[in-house]
């Protein structure tokens, strides 16, 4: 499967795709704002990923929402 998705959130861009290790299934995430990344992560789907990317978005602009 050769699936990538980008997105803008919150002035970052989020960058998801296929696991580059063909042994290891899932979707390598990437958040890059500036010129540079910064985070990253392996989820199983990518709504998995996607969901995570914004967490760390959201962790860094401190937009957390306690639930």
Known sequence: MQTT???EYLNHQ???EPNPD???EGFEWVI???G???DSGLKFS???ALEAA???ID???GTVVAS
């Open 5 to 7: 998705y980008e997105e």
């Open 14 to 16: 989020i960058y998801i």
């Open 22 to 24: 063909r042994y290891n």
């Open 32 to 34: 890059c704002k500036d």
């Open 36 to 38: 540079g990344v910064w």
């Open 46 to 48: 990518i709504e998995d």
């Open 54 to 56: 914004r967490k760390a």
């Open 59 to 61: 962790l860094r602009q």
